[in-house]
């Protein structure tokens, strides 16, 4: 069965701190995507990343950096010197070919930045 | 726009209504996907259509939901004698080679 868990709920920081959002993936494919989405207070999905399952080279993005595991099945995003514009919820999401094209989404994690 | 756009935005209706959501996708996006996402919680699959073929609707709730995509581009979701369990918001996001989905704003179903 394919799962996706965001064990963490809330996170405050202050702004300028570094903060690592959590995620942990099952599937029993060889072959997968995974996925983060920001969601801000607006409510509109914004695509952040995708990595296929055989590419495990982390990858930096500005501020942004994402560690994919295999080894542990995670797949964890991390925010450099956080901004109050980066409040909002982040989703971790998985496809697999054996669901085709539908995304299995965590239950996300709130990041609020305090200035 | 550039976007997917959806409406409308926000929906009331009475226990027992219908109601019809309508998403317009990216142009030239061939794939089209449907999620309700309840208060707190991530998105959850409802349907999903390749061009006018509706490939899978695993994830629709019963059968008082319906989606159709009749010329391959814009879509509409219905949602027959609503309850109040259909409250929630209602994602639509197209893809051009079924990998990462660009969603929609959303609309607001409310059942009062």
């Known amino acids: 069965a394919q799962k996706v868990t965001q064990a963490q709920t809330e996170i405050s920081v202050v702004e300028k701190e570094d903060v690592t959002l959590d995620c942990v993936y099952e599937?029993?494919?060889?072959?997968?995507?995974l996925f983060w989405y920001k969601q801000p207070p607006s409510g509109e999905l914004v695509f952040l990343i995708r990595r296929n399952s055989f590419d495990e080279q982390n990858e930096i993005s500005g501020r942004y950096s994402w560690n994919f595991q295999k080894s542990t099945s995670s797949f964890n995003f991390t925010i450099t010197a956080s901004q109050v514009v980066d409040s909002a919820v982040y989703f971790c999401?998985?496809?697999?070919?054996?669901?085709?094209?539908?995304?299995?989404f965590g239950t996300g994690t709130s990041l609020t930045v305090i200035p | 726009g550039a976007g997917v756009s959806q409406s409308p935005r926000y929906k009331v209706a009475k226990r027992g209504q219908d109601v019809a959501l309508r998403c317009d996708p990216i142009s030239g996006h061939v794939s089209l996907f449907w999620y309700q996402q309840a208060l707190g919680q991530g998105p959850e699959f409802l349907t999903y259509f390749q061009n006018e073929a509706q490939l899978d609707k695993s994830g629709l709730p019963s059968d008082r939901f319906f989606a159709e995509r009749p010329e391959g581009s814009v879509s509409t979701l219905k949602i027959q004698r609503t309850q109040q369990e259909d409250s929630a918001v209602y994602l639509c996001?197209?893809?051009?080679?079924?990998?990462?989905?660009?969603f929609g704003p959303g609309t607001r179903l409310t059942v009062t």
């Open positions: 996001a197209s893809s051009i080679r079924g990998y990462e989905q660009y």
């Open positions: 599937t029993r494919d060889t072959t997968y995507y």
């Open positions: 999401a998985l496809s697999d070919q054996n669901t085709g094209n539908q995304f299995y």
